[in-house]
């Protein structure tokens, strides 16, 4: 079980355009993953979609697999504890910062 990258952004200093920015960067993971040749997984590395994660439709089984707290973690489950599950089984952690003057 494994996830390919792992985005994350804090909701309450990015509001819906950090939600907004968080989807498209993953969306984008995933066609990368499939459209371009230089970026595509290997059969062997495809792994499978882990139990303690929401698989996202449609998915690809050839396509990299991203965390999203919004569209990964399951029903029920703590934020918390979806979070720290989903990142122990990424390969790579990708976080959004921003910075805002006070």
Not at 11 to 30: F, P, Q
Not at 35 to 45: L, M, S
């Amino acid at each position: 079980e494994l996830m390919h990258a792992f985005v994350s952004y804090r909701v309450e200093t990015e509001g819906s355009s950090g939600n907004r920015l968080a989807e498209a960067l993953a969306a984008k993971i995933r066609s990368l993953s499939v459209e371009n040749k230089d970026c595509k997984i290997p059969r062997h590395g495809w792994g499978s979609w882990p139990k303690s994660a929401k698989q996202p439709l449609p998915f690809r089984p050839d396509e990299a697999k991203v965390f999203l707290d919004s569209e990964c973690l399951l029903d029920g489950q703590s934020w918390l504890t979806g979070f720290v599950q989903g990142l122990v089984v990424s390969m790579t952690f990708v976080p959004l910062l921003s910075w805002t003057e006070d």
